[in-house]
């Protein structure tokens, strides 16, 4: 009896991989472990049940962040040295687009910050096999992410100002940046980590990507993850949408921030 109480307690002790080890090839870790940024962590960088301590919330309310200062931050694709909270995107929390009524969605999380010269973004992005490999400029048609930015935070018109874009950054690093559908350059750093169908992505944007001298306190702000196969985009997930058909949407009737500007939400500069 006592051999089988010592092999039960031999058990209960287990070792257990500590938490910052690496995650398993398929990005997953042991219960009560969590793969995030690549490594298992206790308290993933996520919007629901946060432990506050780990990371500085980034939420002020429906449509509206707050982008901490932070210290400037190496563009590698490599999330781990983000202290932000990241916000969960998907099915049932964001806007959805659905293109090709597949009901596949790219899913995953992400944050903002900003420096003295940087609007800083990061994206954690689960995509749905195939990834797609489409060339620029239609890269939309990858897995892939949308930023949609107004750099002085005036977006009262359906079509972007000067200092607005959208800015599609896929899962192969690729970019492309528009402007009511036109082509615009995308001067801008990126980086991009791909682990199999898990994609992490980096972006550092200046004043000067938006064709601006600065940006304002409170700029807007939109992000979307897409899903396309490379011959075609299927799906969007949307973080926002501030107004709706009939008084804001596209010219085929559908509501979507790559073509309305006044669906942005925002993101205040914390100085």
């Known amino acids: 009896m006592r051999g089988i109480l010592a092999v039960m307690l031999a058990g209960c002790y287990a070792p257990m991989i500590p938490e910052g080890a690496p995650c398993s090839v398929g990005q997953e870790c042991p219960i009560p ?3 995030s940024g690549g490594v298992c962590v206790r ?27 932070v210290a400037p931050i190496t563009i590698d694709g490599d999330l781990s040295d983000w202290s932000t909270c990241f916000i969960t995107l998907d099915a049932s929390t964001a806007i959805v687009r659905e293109i090709a009524g597949l009901g596949d969605f790219s899913t995953g999380r992400f944050s903002v910050a900003h420096d003295a010269t940087h609007l800083y973004i990061a994206a954690e992005v689960t995509g749905v096999p195939p990834l797609g490999d489409h060339a620029l400029p239609g890269i939309y048609q ?8 107004d750099a002085d935070g005036v977006f009262a018109n359906a079509s972007y100002d000067p200092d607005a874009m959208q800015i599609v950054v896929d899962h192969a690093n690729r970019r492309q ?95």
């Open 142 to 149: 990858n897995d892939s992410i949308s930023l949609y930015l």
């Open 177 to 271: 940046g528009f402007r009511s559908g036109q082509l615009s350059p995308a001067n801008l750093v990126t980086a991009v980590r791909t682990m199999g169908s898990k994609f992490e992505i980096e972006i550092a944007v200046t004043p000067a990507t938006l064709s601006t001298g600065a940006f304002a306190s409170r700029i807007g702000f939109d992000i979307g993850f897409e899903s396309g196969n490379g011959m075609a985009q299927t799906s969007e997930l949307v973080w926002f949408e501030r107004c709706g058909p009939p008084t804001c949407g596209c010219t085929n009737g559908e509501s979507a921030p790559y073509c309305d500007a006044r669906q942005f939400g925002t993101v205040v500069l914390a100085p």
């Open 33 to 35: 472990l969590t793969c």
């Open 43 to 69: 308290h993933p960088n996520g919007d629901s049940g946060i432990d506050t301590t780990t990371c500085t919330p980034i939420v002020v309310g429906p449509g509206a962040l707050t982008a901490p200062r």
